[in-house]
């Protein structure tokens, strides 16, 4: 088929590799524009484009989509079978719904209809789920609400993390990815519609869904939503008035004394008792202005002591 992709990141990768692999043409990538990163906030080039230009692919990066008569001309003069988007990080506008003849196909990080929207990996782990998986589907005007055409499930180990499944779901999306275009092209494939009875949100993570609460969340929830949501935003707490971020943790035994949102200080090792009984053991952690460090450090430089509470 001759294609358009549309993608951003790392994720993307990987299924741009695939459908170039299989003899497909890209005729046209389209990516966000090269934004400032990390401590020294210089300007990155997306993976996508990076990946594009190494295939000999044209490369655009429009600010906006759903106005712009310049992009659309362009995706008009090419007639492209199908429009490939994963990881874009754009709402696709009805006009480039309707463009191609096997519509608009979505890479999606979950299996549908759970976990629609920005964060379904995140999500799915923070939610203590002991599987996910990903899904084709052709894209429509809502969110993720599009008929699905293949599925294909990935478990979730009890100590995984949203950033470790990341790489996994985009190495079993881009084969599956495909499968649907050539699904798609010998009439093989039904999109069926998804039952939004059983559909879940993933929204857009804020710094907030960080924040910890000892006293009152069991510790496996507070352990999965650390497992979903590193390295951002993290598992945060208030320390005299300062962000402590705990960058990594494991479920304990239950912190026999302690009420809930309590520490408790046993053998130079940094416990929290949680609710219902149940406890973590902090193992990293770093406090706002400070190096990251193992609790056994931080308990030798810091007055923390048993009894004592977290959270303000």
């Not at 293949?150 to 499944?165: F, H, N, R, W």
């Not at 649907?180 to 998804?194: N, Y």
Request: charged letters at 20%; glycine letters at 10%; hydrophobic letters at 45%.
């Amino acid at each position: 088929m001759k294609l358009v992709f549309c993608g951003t990141p790392a994720f993307a990768v990987p299924t741009l590799k695939a459908v170039l692999g299989a003899g497909h043409e890209v005729a046209l990538a389209v990516t966000q524009p090269d934004r400032p990163s990390g401590r020294g906030m210089q300007v990155v080039e997306p993976p996508v484009k990076v990946t594009a230009r190494e295939a000999g692919i044209p490369v655009v990066q429009p600010e906006k989509i759903k106005n712009n008569l310049e992009f659309r001309a362009q995706l008009e003069a090419i007639q492209p079978n199908a429009i490939v988007v994963v990881a874009y990080g754009r709402i696709i506008p009805k006009w480039m719904l309707d463009l191609p003849r096997f519509g608009n196909l979505n890479l999606h990080a979950s299996l549908l209809p759970k976990y629609r929207g920005a964060a379904p990996i995140q999500w799915a782990v923070a939610m203590g789920e002991t599987a996910t998986g990903v899904t084709t589907m052709l894209l429509a005007e809502g969110l993720d609400t599009g008929d699905m055409l293949l599925q294909k499930e990935m478990a979730i180990g009890p100590d995984v993390t949203a950033q470790e499944l990341f790489p996994l779901l985009a190495e079993m999306g881009a084969p599956l990815m495909v499968e649907t275009l050539t699904g798609l092209e010998a009439g093989t494939i039904v999109p069926q519609k998804q039952d939004d009875s059983q559909a879940t949100l993933a929204p857009i993570l804020t710094r907030e869904d960080g924040r910890m609460d000892f006293g009152r969340d069991h510790a496996s929830v507070i352990y999965n939503r650390w497992r979903g949501f590193y390295p951002w935003p993290g598992a945060w707490t208030m320390l005299g008035g300062k962000k402590l971020t705990v960058h990594r943790m494991k479920l304990a035994e239950g912190t026999a004394g302690a009420e809930p949102g309590m520490v408790r200080v046993e053998h130079g090792r940094l416990m929290m008792a949680c609710g219902g009984g149940s406890a973590i053991e902090i193992l990293e952690l770093q406090l706002e202005g400070k190096k990251r460090m193992t609790a056994a450090d931080f308990l030798r430089g810091h007055a923390l002591k048993s009894g004592m509470r977290l959270g303000m």
